[in-house]
């Protein structure tokens, strides 16, 4: 998608979204308000501030093998790791919004596909060192720098899983009983994404919180999230712009919001 389709789509959702003024659904308010806009720190955010500091900094050039559609700056295989750092990890403003949900919902089973250099996963980690993170990385150069990083932040609840997801994400769903957060930013493509879904949301509970990233990035992310959204097990869609929440609750008609944030 284009910058411009892009800023248009952001102007859409600057019109459509509001920031719940007399929304009768205490689960949203109540979710919105403790999690989604709350600005306090935590410790855990300069300390994982620093280490990308560090990364934006670090010129050593890596051979990168690019499994997914997220290379629409670089299409090079040598990157640099400030490069790495700079483009393809989530913004201090979303890794500290999904902190804020692990913090909140305090699952157990959490997934991330796509680690990158793992500053989102520091996040997700720091957020509930009891929560199992599952991070998935397909190329292994970058995956050797984010074990790296993990040892630095002296995280140890976090597990990588190298490889392919089209192989590794099967075999993984397939040995669990339940998977309770899933942050979906591997592949953004309209069929990987859907693929992916369909793997983990067999394995959801009514509890289970997906996170999906950049569902305006490309028309095919666009149509992915929509369908999504449209799945009769989903009854809760939140619409972030940058990223999209859903939710499996029972007991609560089907409804969508699109919120500031
Ligand atoms: C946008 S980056 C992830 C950023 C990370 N979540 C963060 O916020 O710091 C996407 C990552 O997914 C990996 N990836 C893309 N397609 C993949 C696939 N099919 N299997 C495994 N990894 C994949 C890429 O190598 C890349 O490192």
């Not at 093998?65 to 400030?82: E, F």
């Not at 509930?128 to 002296?154: D, S, V, Y």
């Not at 949301?201 to 996170?211: E, M, Y």
Request: hydrophobic fraction near 40%; charged fraction near 20%; aromatic fraction near 14%.
């Amino acid at each position: 998608m284009s910058s411009f389709r892009l800023a248009y789509k952001f102007f859409l959702y600057r019109l459509k979204s509001f920031r719940l003024h007399g929304i009768h659904s205490p689960f949203v308010f109540d979710l919105y308000h403790q999690a989604i806009c709350h600005d306090g720190t935590y410790m855990a955010y300069p300390v994982i501030e620093r280490l990308r500091a560090k990364l934006k900094k670090n010129k050593q050039e890596i051979e990168v093998t690019d499994l997914g559609a997220g290379s629409r700056v670089s299409q090079t295989y040598r990157r640099r790791i400030s490069e790495i750092a700079r483009i393809s990890a989530k913004s201090p403003k979303y890794g500290q919004l999904l902190f804020r949900l692990i913090n909140y919902f305090q699952p157990r089973q959490v997934l991330e596909l796509g680690t990158s250099l793992g500053l989102t996963t520091a996040y997700l980690a720091a957020a509930n060192k009891k929560a199992a993170i599952t991070t998935f990385e397909g190329c292994p150069n970058i995956a050797n720098h984010a074990l790296q990083n993990f040892r630095e932040l002296k995280l140890k609840n976090i597990s990588l899983i190298p490889g392919n997801l089209d192989q590794s994400l099967p075999d993984f769903v397939a040995n669990l009983d339940q998977i309770d957060f899933v942050y979906f930013d591997g592949n953004h493509r309209y069929e990987s994404t859907i693929r992916y879904y369909q793997r983990c949301q067999q394995k959801h509970t009514q509890n289970s919180v997906f996170v999906f990233d950049d569902i305006y990035w490309s028309s095919e992310m666009e149509k992915a999230w929509k369908e999504i959204c449209r799945d009769p097990t989903v009854t809760l869609s939140i619409d972030l712009f940058q990223v999209g929440l859903i939710f499996f609750r029972q007991k609560q008609p089907k409804q969508h919001f699109t919120l500031w944030y």
